[in-house]
């Protein structure tokens, strides 16, 4: 088999993937299809919560699959509903409805805030969204997703959806006075948009200014939620709790899972019939998902703010590091040299890296050693020099 001219016959050309066929690993070392050996600080995209092959996770889903793959949302399962307690207890809401990825957490989010809107005042439609945000690849999604570059060609878009540009309140202030908002949709650290984490000072009085609105806040917690940010959910480092929360990414800890959360404010807004799923809390995903959040405690939430401020005090120093964002396991470095380059040096040199828009983006697993932090940092302190 020839992996990449097969690849690219028959698999839709959406990726630019790398030129590496990954086939096994263990925790952070993943191997290629040479049997060569990568420190792993990607985590397929934030996925891999605990690493690659996690004994704990193996066993969770073994076990399940040994029971019952499926069973649909027409019965109840034991792996869901553990899920759903767990979830609610960590993140301090009140319900949860599971779904597939990031994409259709965020549908629900949505949907969940036009509802809640339609309820009150279906005058107030609009959802307001960040200047290069990014939500999701579904059309009410993508329209969410505040990049113009990634709209192009896919119209008519949903209707209701503006943006505004990221710590700018007084735009926040001209938006609602508009008289239409009903709800405001945003990462706490942008992701896709280059690892940018929002001031705190902003998200203070936006969120103030919402609850005096009746304005729902919505916080899209797909990549920063879960551990990745050194807490169990992004918005306990800002200390409010939103009306809606999405994640996925890190929850299934390599299976597919999304759940959207709801505070004691929108928990009844979703009624019998309003919404469903055939796969969503799946009791593989579920029982996979459940091994993963037990595990995220106080804990490791401080390993991983230690790791993070390590990380990022030894990579500001490197020569052709120009600045270092992000928070806890979640970087973002922007580089005297094209990222790409950089990317490429770490791979060759062992250790897999990716990006976000012009920069180099870590997002390792949790529970990654102090040992291989120190093998990656002097892989990029070489890879980064001009
Ligand atoms: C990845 C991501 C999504 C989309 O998740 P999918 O599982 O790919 O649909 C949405 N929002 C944020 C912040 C993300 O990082």
Redesign the pocket.
């Known amino acids: 088999m020839n992996y990449f001219s097969d690849d690219s016959k028959y698999i839709a050309n959406t990726y630019k993937r790398f030129g590496l066929v990954l086939t096994h690993g263990k925790g952070t070392k993943v191997y290629d299809a040479d049997n060569k050996e990568y420190i792993d600080m990607a985590s397929g995209?934030a996925v891999n919560t605990f690493g690659i092959a996690d004994e704990k996770w193996i066993s969770a889903v073994e076990e399940q699959l040994g029971k019952i793959q499926h069973a649909s949302n027409l019965y109840y399962t034991e792996p869901q509903i553990k899920l759903s307690k767990l979830l609610c207890e960590k993140a301090g809401m009140k319900k949860v409805f599971f779904s597939n990825?990031?994409?259709e957490a965020?549908e629900c989010a949505i949907k969940t805030a036009r509802k809640y809107a339609d309820m009150k005042n279906p005058d107030k439609k609009v959802i307001l969204t960040l200047v290069n945000s990014?939500?999701?690849?579904t059309v009410t999604t993508l329209t969410a997703t505040g990049q113009d570059k990634m709209h192009v060609s896919f119209g008519p878009f949903t209707d209701g959806f503006r943006y505004i540009p990221a710590n700018d309140i007084e735009a926040f202030k001209t938006e609602i006075a508009k008289g239409d908002v009903c709800a405001v949709m945003f990462?706490l650290v942008q992701?896709?948009g280059g690892v940018l984490p929002l001031d705190k000072a902003y998200v203070d009085e936006l969120v103030k200014i919402a609850r005096e609105n009746d304005i729902l806040v919505v916080v899209?917690e797909?990549?920063t939620g879960n551990g990745r940010t050194g807490a169990m959910y992004c918005y306990m480092n800002y200390g409010f709790t939103p009306d809606i929360v999405s994640t996925?990414?890190g929850l299934g800890g390599g299976l597919p899972i999304?759940a959207t959360m709801f505070s004691e404010k929108t928990e009844n807004v979703l009624t019998f019939g309003d919404h469903g799923s055939t796969y969503g809390g799946n009791p593989i995903c579920a029982a996979g998902a459940v091994s993963i959040v037990e595990r995220l405690d106080d804990e490791l939430f401080a390993e991983v703010q230690k790791k993070g401020e390590y990380l990022k005090e030894k990579i500001s120093s490197f020569e052709g590091v120009k600045s270092v964002s992000g928070m806890g396991l979640m970087m973002g470095i922007e580089t005297e040299k094209p990222a790409a380059d950089c990317i490429r040096e770490c791979m060759e040199n062992g250790l897999l890296v990716i990006s976000a828009k012009e920069k180099v983006r870590l997002l390792p697993a949790l529970n990654i050693s102090w040992e291989d932090i120190d093998k990656a940092l002097e892989i990029m302190k070489n890879a980064f020099k001009n």
């Open positions: 995209i990825s990031g994409a965020n990014f939500h999701g690849r990462e992701g896709e899209d797909v990549q996925a990414k999304g």
